[in-house]
C-alpha cells in the first residue's frame, strides 16, 4: 500500500505563488506516474492538472501550461507542484495521485488551494 500526505495549500492573490508537495510512504517498489488533479468547488470530477514518470516526462493541462511545474524526487519519493501566477479559476482542492507497478492507483486526502481576486 501507498500512502500519500499533500501539504503547501493555503490562500493566495491572484498572480501569487504556492508550491504543493506530496509525500508517498509505505511498502513499495517503484512508483510509475506522480501526478496532482485538482477538484474544482461544486464540481464533482478531479481534473487533471500535472503529472510526471519516474523517468521524468512530464504533462499538463492546457489551462496550466507555463505557469506551473511539476517535479518529483525519486529518492525522496516526493512529487512537488510549483504553482506561479494563480487565478482565481485554479481554486480547487488539489490532490495527489500515484500509480504503482502494478498499475494500482492511490490517492492523498487532498489541499486546499484558494485565489482570491
Known amino acids: 500500500q501507498v500512502r500519500l500526505v499533500e501539504s503547501g495549500g493555503g490562500l493566495v492573490q491572484a498572480g501569487g505563488s504556492l508550491r504543493l508537495s506530496c509525500a508517498a510512504s509505505?511498502?513499495?517498489?517503484?512508483?510509475?506516474?506522480m501526478g496532482w488533479y485538482r477538484q474544482a468547488p461544486g464540481k464533482q470530477q478531479r481534473d487533471l492538472v500535472a503529472?510526471?514518470?519516474?523517468?521524468?516526462?512530464?504533462n499538463y493541462t492546457d489551462a496550466v501550461k507555463g505557469r506551473f511545474t511539476i517535479s518529483r524526487d525519486n529518492a525522496k519519493n516526493m512529487v512537488y507542484l510549483q504553482m506561479n501566477s494563480l487565478k482565481p479559476d485554479d481554486t480547487a482542492v488539489y490532490y495527489c495521485?500515484?500509480?504503482?507497478?502494478?498499475?494500482?492507483?492511490?490517492w492523498g486526502q487532498g489541499t486546499q488551494v484558494a485565489v482570491s481576486s
Open positions: 495521485k500515484a500509480e504503482d507497478r502494478l498499475y494500482r492507483t492511490f
Open positions: 509505505g511498502t513499495f517498489v517503484r512508483l510509475n506516474v
Open positions: 503529472t510526471v514518470t519516474s523517468g521524468g516526462n512530464t
